[in-house]
């Protein structure tokens, strides 16, 4: 919900989205934008590193039963691809890059989901669906500390609205 009240007052061509545990380079902003651009994106993330400098993440898999896996995740932070990006089919909402005017037009993150799981999932079948792709930049990264964010909830309220998110989302 918070997401969606900051995007309506924004004012910028594109909304950059940042999880307070993900660590961005402001100085990347530029390239981050002129890749989207490139691209003609839908959506744009960068390579999420972990602290010990392994890569997190490098896009979503989604399975039928709606379980998430990680691409990339554990290996060496190194590695790239030759063309600097991927297209990929769902992105994490750590940190990601938006143009404002499709954000508003799909009217944001569906607020039915409580507690910030499958909110960017369903986001990214919502830009799929109107012809743009989604990427992640191997030139542009962030240092994401997983789930550092809701350190201080339990794991079983955690796993309750990973479930019942997943449900509704399915």
Request: aromatic residues 10%; hydrophobic residues 40%; contains cysteine.
């Amino acid at each position: 919900k918070s997401c969606n009240i900051a995007a309506s007052r924004a004012k910028g061509d594109y909304l950059l989205f940042q999880n307070n545990d993900c660590f961005f380079d402001g100085s990347q902003l530029a390239d981050f934008i002129s890749l989207f651009t490139k691209l003609n994106a839908g959506i744009l993330a960068p390579t999420l590193i972990n602290e010990d400098g392994t890569l997190q993440d490098a896009g979503v898999r989604i399975s039928p039963s709606g379980h998430s896996r990680l691409i990339g995740i554990g290996d060496p932070a190194a590695a790239s691809w030759s063309k600097g990006y991927r297209e990929v089919n769902f992105i994490s909402s750590a940190c990601f890059l938006i143009k404002s005017d499709l954000w508003h037009a799909l009217e944001g993150f569906d607020e039915i989901y409580d507690f910030g799981y499958y909110e960017d999932t369903e986001l990214c079948l919502r830009v799929r669906e109107t012809g743009r792709k989604l990427f992640v930049s191997d030139t542009i990264r962030a240092k994401h500390l997983m789930s550092a964010t809701t350190a201080s909830v339990s794991d079983e309220k955690k796993l309750r609205h990973l479930h019942l998110n997943r449900h509704t989302f399915l």
